[in-house]
Nanobody, 115 residues
Framework: QVQLVESGGGLVQPGGSLRLSCTTS????????MAWYRQAPGNQRELVAK???????HYQESVKGRFTIYRDYQKNTIYLQMNNLTPEDTAVYYC?????????WGPGTQVTDSA
């Protein structure tokens, strides 16, 4: 069973920054893709950023230039660096890992813009 645990969420002022972390119970080499999703109240869960291959990632249009997804293979951790946060970024953020067509999810971490 794969376990994912997110951390790093919190309350931030507009224009501020946060870094989310997601640590996995397996080597991140074993996953085809890893990603961050988010879900705001009343909205569907949406893709924020996804690793495509080493050094390549896909981003939702609204976060391009502000968010960066990256991996630390030694720590089995992926990160989401979020800069210049806005009220529209307020949501629960979920870590996702894909292996053999299965998707695994963390419990989520809340990010709130204080505006």
């Amino acid at each position: 069973q794969v376990q994912l645990v997110e951390s790093g969420g919190g309350l931030v002022q507009p224009g501020g920054s946060l870094r989310l972390s997601c640590t996995t119970s397996r080597s991140i080499f074993s996953f085809k893709h890893m990603a961050w999703y988010r879900q705001a109240p009343g909205n569907q869960r949406e893709l924020v950023a996804k690793t495509i291959s080493r050094g390549t990632a896909h981003y939702q249009e609204s976060v391009k230039g502000r968010f960066t997804i990256y991996r630390d293979y030694q720590k089995n951790t992926i990160y989401l660096q979020m800069n210049n946060l806005t009220p529209e970024d307020t949501a629960v953020y979920y870590c996702n890992a894909e292996k053999d067509s299965q998707h695994f999810w963390g419990p989520g971490t809340q990010v709130t813009d204080s505006a």
